[in-house]
Structures are given as structure tokens and as C-alpha cells.
């Protein structure tokens, strides 16, 4: 017994220690990867939020312009929870009698729109078919698109066009 070889206590507090160590390095790495990943999901989740209370809402109804239909004025606006949009950076598109939709001429009435303001939006459109459907898509610089669809009645002779 005398020639064999003893684990001494130095040795096991040695291992002891190195185990500790890299226990601590490991802990620190996962501890800063959750950090990183936390702040990702926040700045999305900001992100998301700002997109969604973006968007636009019609307000109220559509009114042509001319009995002829040359023009479309409706108002927009911002939720009263959403964020500014300048109107100036959105775009419209318009589609009539089974066309392709095209983006169209607008002109708006305020640059920048704040939440729960309404604005006049004027779009310069070709007629539709008596009875035929129009489709208006409204494009914000951020946020999700609006999609108006209206059918024009047959006896259309100007003025509002309701549902």
C-alpha cells in the first residue's frame, strides 16, 4: 500500500475549482445570450405595435365629386392610439370595371396627419360601370393596407356612395 498513488485534497479542490469556473463562465454566456434575446423580442414587439396602430381608418362615407365621377373624395384618419402619419409618403390604388389596379392621383389636404385627426383625401378616378364595383387600397408608409370595395348603384347620378 505504500507505493500507491493517493487523490489528495489539493487535487480535488483544484478540479473543485476549475469545475466552478467554468460553471460561472457557462452561466455568464447564457445569462448575456437571454439578455440579447429579451432585448430582440422587445424591440419586435414595438416594432409590431407600431405597424398595427398605424394604420388608417375610412371616416365616414365616399362622395364623388361630379355626377360623372371624375373624382373621389373620402377622409381618413389615424386611431386616436396610433402613430403620426405624413400622407404625403402614401400611396393610393384604384381599380374599376374588372381593370388593373393603378396607383392613383391624390391630392391630400394636411401633410402630416396626428391620431384622431381626420383628413380629406381627393383621388382623381375613371367612372365605373353603373352597378359595376371599385376597389380603393390605401398604402401608409407603415402599417398594414386599408382595402375599400364599393359596388356604384345603377341609378348612380352623384353624390354619396354609402355601404
Not at 355626377?67 to 404625403?88: C, H, I, Q, T
Not at 380629406?120 to 378616378?125: C, G, M, R, S, V
Amino acid at each position: 500500500m505504500k507505493d500507491e498513488v493517493a487523490f489528495s485534497g489539493l487535487e480535488a479542490a483544484i478540479v473543485l475549482i476549475a469545475f466552478v469556473v467554468v460553471a460561472g463562465v457557462f452561466s455568464f454566456v447564457m445569462l448575456g445570450t437571454g439578455f440579447l434575446v429579451t432585448q430582440k423580442a422587445e424591440e419586435i414587439t414595438y416594432s409590431g405595435m407600431k405597424q398595427t396602430t398605424s394604420n388608417l381608418l375610412l371616416d365616414g362615407y365616399i362622395y364623388a365629386e361630379s355626377s360623372r365621377f371624375s373624382s373621389v373624395a373620402f377622409y381618413v384618419k389615424v386611431p386616436d392610439s396610433g402613430e403620426p402619419l405624413n400622407v404625403a409618403d402614401m400611396y393610393i390604388i384604384y381599380g374599376a370595371n374588372n381593370e388593373v389596379p393603378k396607383k392613383a392621383d391624390f391630392t391630400p389636404t394636411s401633410g402630416l396627419l396626428p391620431p384622431g385627426e381626420n383628413t380629406k383625401i381627393i383621388l382623381q378616378a375613371n367612372s365605373p360601370n353603373p352597378g359595376g364595383k371599385f376597389t380603393i387600397e390605401i398604402k401608409p408608409p407603415i402599417g398594414a393596407p386599408t382595402l375599400i370595395v364599393r359596388t356604384l348603384p345603377i341609378g348612380y347620378e352623384g353624390g354619396v356612395i354609402r355601404y
